[in-house]
């Protein structure tokens, strides 16, 4: 069965310090892979995705992630963090029927 | 705004009660999802309807059901409600060309 692991539940970092979230999975078969967001009271919104190709992915908003095959891991990174950036983040594997499998997800606040 | 919408944003009942929690996908899209996020047991998948037709089951308890309608719109039924039925139930809807599932704003339980 596929899971989802992400290393981190809580963040706490100041502005402009750089970011990093791990995430893990498990998972047989072709990877799509995705990171989504939620902001306090918002709904989940996606950042970026990978289905194939170049392992460094951009997403909105500054962000970035990179596939490494060998670890199974997409870790989520982004240089400079805003205040705006405080939410929560999860990272999550769809499998061949399209479902999605999520992280437990990592809370983010940015301090100003 | 995502283009999924979601019917009623909260809903108070009590235990015993049964609720109808509504979904309208994307222009087009013809897959919906039905995800339910507690905080003891996170981002859930629940069940996936294609076209009219379900798709996959995830750990959906028989007391719930759900349906696509011919307008596909979506339905997700809850009865019998239990104080653990308290929970933010996303619906997500996605195309077969594009494999990214867009999220509703999500329907509010609390169950008292």
């Known amino acids: 069965a596929q899971s989802v692991s992400q290393h981190n539940h809580h963040v706490i970092l100041s502005e402009a310090a750089s970011l990093e979230l791990g995430c893990n999975y498990s998972y047989g078969g072709t990877v799509n892979l995705f990171w989504y967001v939620q902001y306090p009271g918002q709904h989940l919104q996606l950042l970026l995705k990978y289905f194939s190709g170049d392992p460094l992915v951009k997403g909105i908003k500054g962000f970035e992630a990179e596939f490494i095959k060998s670890k199974f891991s997409f870790n989520l990174r982004k240089p400079s963090v805003q205040w705006s950036d405080t939410a929560e983040y999860f990272c999550?594997?769809?499998?061949?029927?399209?479902?999605?499998?999520f992280g437990a997800g990592t809370q983010v606040v940015v301090t100003p | 705004d995502s283009g999924v919408t979601q019917t009623p944003k909260h809903l108070i009942t009590a235990t015993g009660q049964r609720v109808t929690l509504r979904c309208s996908p994307r222009?087009?899209?013809?897959?919906v999802y039905w995800y339910q996020q507690s905080l003891d047991q996170g981002l859930q998948f629940l069940i996936q309807?294609?076209?009219?037709?379900?798709?996959a089951k995830g750990n959906i308890l028989e007391r719930f059901s759900a349906q696509q309608f011919p307008d596909l719109h979506s339905e997700l039924n809850l009865s019998s409600l239990e104080l653990g039925d308290s929970a933010l139930y996303f619906c997500?809807?996605?195309?077969?060309?594009?494999?990214?599932?867009?999220f509703g704003a999500g329907t509010r339980l609390s169950v008292l």
């Open positions: 997500a809807s996605s195309s077969a060309r594009e494999n990214i599932q867009y």
């Open positions: 309807y294609y076209n009219g037709e379900e798709r």
């Open positions: 999550a594997v769809r499998d061949s029927w399209g479902k999605l499998q």
């Open positions: 222009s087009g899209d013809l897959s």
